[in-house]
Each structure stands twice: as C-alpha cells, then as structure tokens.
C-alpha cells in the first residue's frame, strides 16, 4: 500500500512548475481526477498497478480479425510493445495511474438503420480524437506536477490524421465501399519512414500493447454492455464508452 505524504499543491491559480516527485500525492491524484471530470470524463478513478490486467490475446484482437488501422498507424500493431514487453517496463515503474471515461450515445457511434457506414465510422472517429485529447490533456497536467513518467494510453486506432480523421473517411470511405477507390491507404508518417506530424499529441492504444482495460472496467463496475464497433445496431446497448488510461508514478 502506498503511503501518501503531504506536497504542495502546484493545481493553483499560478500553474507554478513542480519538482519532480517520486511518490505520487494524494492531493495530486484527487486533481487530477477532478481535472479529468472538468475535461468531460462522466468517471475518473484511480487504478493500482495490481488493476492492471497484462494479456497477449488483447493484442490479437487487433488483427483477427484485421482491424483497419492494422499496420496502417503507428499507435497500432504491428508496431506497438508486445505485452510482455509492456508489463516488463509498466509493472516495476509506477504505482498509480487514472482511467477515465467518457460515453456517447448509441445513435452517435451505432450502425443506423440506412447502414450508412461511412457516417457512422466518421461519428466513430470524431469520438475518438475527443478520448485521445483528453488522455494528452490529463498526462500534461501530470507532468505539470512534478511526475515526469506519466504516460498515457487511449482506446482504438489514432484518428488525428491518415485514414481515420473524419475528413478522409468522408472524402474517401465512400469511394472503398463502392469500390471505386483507387488511390492507397493513407498510413501516418512513421509507417512511411517520415515522422509523427502529431507526435505531441498522438498517444498508443492500451489493447495493442496488452492492457486489458476491459476486464478493469468490468471489475470497477463501470460498464456493463459495450458497443464495439458501428456495425452494432445502436438498440443493442445504452452507450457507447471510450476510455483512457494515464500512468502517473
């Protein structure tokens, strides 16, 4: 159990830069849990490295069978940690992390009954980027604070540029659901040789590295019935949950 020690609290009107810290503070974790609410998150708790749940088959997921954004960005496999490699550097280093999670409705992100899949994947993707941005925003804040490991972790492909951002998938899905497309997948830079043009915002996804999130959340109660993708009817499940994971200390 860790044992909290008392710190000054940097969350002040003055935003005063930290010292490293290398015991994570009670009061630290509270602000940044309410900092997490006030970005939008409806749950923010926080988890213990023994929450965390390591499998090799979460990572399969990814490519049996093949998701989209498999091999295409770099935040995906082939190219993200395995699990043992994520455990390896996750479990000694850090004690404390916050998860949040945020909901859109089923008829946002859900199949409509015009199967429009290009409007539901573009819905998809915006929710995405807000998850990701939320992720970036709380793990800032921590570093803020003093703790220099935070790291976060979001949920599904990266969609802030490539064949996931809504622009693309409007201007170019249409056209491989017909069959009329032509050109090739628009993969981010790293897959080409180039560099992340997003690199201070762009975060990896937990499930890729081997961190079920979904066996946490099931035990924290947080979520009962899960829409996966947009091929799900949205009268299947209530909502629709994307979280984010973010490391501390």
């Known amino acids: 159990m860790v044992v909290w020690t008392k710190g ?8 005063k830069g930290a010292g490293v810290k290398f015991e994570v503070l009670q009061e630290d974790l509270d602000a940044l849990l309410d900092y997490s609410k006030e970005l939008g998150a409806r749950e923010a708790i926080p988890i213990n490295k023994k929450d965390i749940f390591y ?8 490519g049996f069978p093949n998701c989209g954004a498999y091999a295409v960005c770099f935040q995906c496999p082939p ?21 949040a999670v945020i909901y859109s409705s089923p008829e946002e992100v859900g199949m409509q009954s015009d199967g429009d899949m290009v409007r539901a994947y573009d819905r998809e993707s ?8 939320l992720v970036g925003k709380i793990e800032s804040r921590a570093l803020e604070l003093g703790y ?15 064949m996931w951002t809504g622009k693309w998938i409007t ?5 491989v659901f017909s069959g009329t497309f032509e050109g090739e997948q628009i993969s981010c830079g790293p897959m080409r040789g180039g560099m992340c043009t997003m690199h201070r915002r762009a975060r990896p996804s937990a499930e890729p590295c081997g961190i079920d999130i979904i066996e946490f959340i099931r035990k924290a109660g947080l979520a009962s019935d899960l829409l996966i993708m947009p091929e799900i009817a949205p009268d299947c499940v209530p909502e629709c949950p994307y979280y984010g994971l973010v490391l501390v200390g």
């Not at 190219?79 to 004690?95: G, I, L």
């Not at 915006?126 to 941005?133: G, L, V």
């Not at 935070?150 to 490539?162: I, K, V």
């Open 148 to 162: 220099y490991k935070a790291m976060g972790f979001t949920c599904g492909p990266c969609t802030l540029c490539g």
């Open 8 to 15: 000054v609290n940097a969350m002040d009107d003055e935003r």
């Open 55 to 62: 499998r090799e088959w979460v990572r399969h997921k990814c």
């Open 171 to 175: 201007d170019e899905l249409a056209r």
């Open 126 to 133: 915006r929710w995405s980027a807000r998850i990701n941005n």
């Open 79 to 99: 190219t993200t940690p395995r699990k043992e490699e994520t455990e390896a550097a996750v479990a000694p280093s850090y004690e404390w992390g916050i998860l």
